[in-house]
């Protein structure tokens, strides 16, 4: 592959010097919520090959042993089988060979090769094999994030460190990496540092653990499949999705120049067909092109949460966080103490910049995660210690920053200051220690019909814009009635400064 020299020499340093300012920004910016991380964590991300055809030839394999494996001949799953409709859900690799790919309609996949043998998708069969994988990988690591009927993350830092101590007595002669060399600097957590050193001291012996479990899955299972490795998600995602099939491959943060950089911006994990051609207009071709971009006028074209994420994602930085199936698609949330009691005189001062920190970290956290929630909901703490909540099922799931801040400012505006004639939680006297937003009912953006929802949204919003300003001017009113003149006013961020600067 065609190398800039940019890629070569310094580049470390380059690293480096980026991943400071970045988690110095993220230092800085309060939200102290590590979403975006290299990762203080091994994972491992499996990824079945082909894997609605495989099962299907595993299948038929068992009911006739004596048949042709659809895997060795072009074969696609997908479609109405007799009258040759629909559109094509998987393919033998003999079958990428003639071009045809998923997603494309059956008719133009049969005029690819017209001997092409097509299959029906068989559900109950799929799920029995997603189960029996997914049973072989518990003996791996408990920590397992299943993320579809095919794919799933394992936390393997405890197998590590067990292998480690395993295979290496005390005595054995070490590999000591300097900090130069990792392109790691003090800035840095000595913890993730530690980590990155230690993953990178048992490279080989991390990648046969990954090759065993790879063959065992081909040999108890009969089907192939891709691993992933690196010590964030993001990076195992993108390792596991390089050459296929039976293939164990590493992004380590120390190799984004070598392996992430060079690769086409479309294959970003979380860069859509519409980011990407965006991109590609404002001539960025490669993930490396994106990192040199820098995060601010990625935001200024492509807006905050959006902007972020994909820089970030360019710079290899995403969760390390394996979240066991019973955790996952619950909710995302974040919370924060409040740095004075918030109560009606400081509410707009305090509790209103708060919520649009914390309702952009959770879109953000939704858009990282590709869910939708379909419940918002506030939580508070008072000085009594008293936990209160409020929460709204919207009518389509989001991961709109604005319209998660609107909702929450809506709720927590009712818990304070009550509504149709019930009493809000500053009438009885309490003031707030802590704010919380939290976003619940996730999906996979399935129930979304994005079009027709768009549309109504900007309706909707404008209404509810309207009626949102009438009420804050009735909700001010009643407060300066009761409180006086002083009580509430509508600032800006400038005044809130100078407020408090005179204090
Ligand atoms: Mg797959």
């Not at 048992?202 to 479990?213: C, P, V």
């Not at 909707?460 to 001010?476: C, D, G, T, V």
């Amino acid at each position: 592959m065609e190398q800039l020299p940019f890629y070569r020499g310094g580049i470390c340093r380059i690293i480096a010097k980026k991943q400071k300012a970045i988690f110095r920004e993220m230092r800085d910016n309060t939200m102290q919520d590590p979403i975006y991380d290299q990762g203080s964590r091994l994972i491992f991300h499996v990824d079945v090959n082909s894997a609605f055809l495989s099962w299907s030839a595993l299948k038929a394999l068992e009911e006739d042993p004596s048949g042709m494996d659809l895997r060795t001949i072009p074969s696609a799953v997908g479609g109405d089988v007799k009258l040759r409709k629909g559109v094509i859900t998987a393919k033998s690799i003999p079958a990428k060979e003639y071009g045809i790919r998923t997603g494309e309609p059956v008719v133009t996949a049969l005029q690819k090769c017209p001997g092409l043998v097509l299959v029906r998708g068989d559900f109950q069969t799929y799920r029995m094999y997603s189960k029996k994988l997914i049973e072989l990988l518990k003996n791996y690591s408990d920590k397992l994030e299943q993320v579809s009927i095919d794919e799933a993350y394992l936390d393997m830092t405890d197998a590590m460190n067990e292998m480690i101590k395993a295979e290496k007595p005390a005595s054995g002669i070490e590999t000591v990496i300097s900090d130069q060399e990792n392109g790691i600097q003090d800035d840095v957590s000595m913890e993730q540092t530690e980590h990155l050193r230690e993953v990178r001291k048992n490279e080989k012996e991390i990648i046969s653990l990954a090759e065993r479990l790879k063959r065992e899955v081909r040999e108890k299972l009969g089907f192939t499949v891709n691993v992933g490795i690196s010590t964030n998600k993001l990076l195992a995602k993108m390792a596991s999705d390089r050459e296929k099939p039976d293939k164990v491959h590493t992004i380590f943060p120390w190799e984004i120049p070598d392996k992430l950089w060079p690769l086409p911006v479309g294959e970003l994990y979380g860069c859509g067909h519409a980011t990407a051609s965006r991109l590609q207009e404002m001539g960025v071709r490669t993930i490396g092109d994106l990192a040199l971009l820098g995060r601010m006028l990625l935001i200024s074209q492509l807006g905050d949460s959006l902007g972020a994420y994909i820089y970030a994602a360019s710079m290899g930085l995403g969760s390390d966080e394996v979240r066991t199936s019973r955790e996952d698609a619950k909710s995302v949330s974040n919370e924060w103490t409040t740095s004075v009691d918030v109560d009606a005189s400081n509410f707009t001062a305090e509790a209103i910049p708060l919520l649009h920190v914390l309702a952009g970290s959770v879109a953000e956290r939704l858009i990282k995660d590709g869910v939708y929630a379909s419940t918002i909901g506030v939580v508070v703490k008072t000085d009594t210690f008293a936990r209160k909540s409020r929460q709204t099922r919207l009518r389509e799931s989001t991961n709109d920053e604005s319209l998660i801040y609107q909702t929450a400012e809506q709720l927590l505006t009712q818990l304070c200051f009550g509504d149709h004639g019930s009493s809000g939680l500053f009438d009885q006297g309490a003031g707030l220690r802590l704010i919380g937003v939290k976003a619940e009912h996730l999906d996979k953006g399935e129930y979304r019909q994005i079009s027709l929802f768009d549309y109504s949204k900007s309706l909707e919003e404008e209404r509810r814009r309207k009626k949102k300003e009438e009420s804050l001017q009735a909700m001010i009113e009643k407060i300066q009635l009761r409180y006086g003149q002083e009580a509430v006013h509508l600032g800006t961020g400038k005044e809130r400064d100078m407020e408090r600067g005179s204090k």
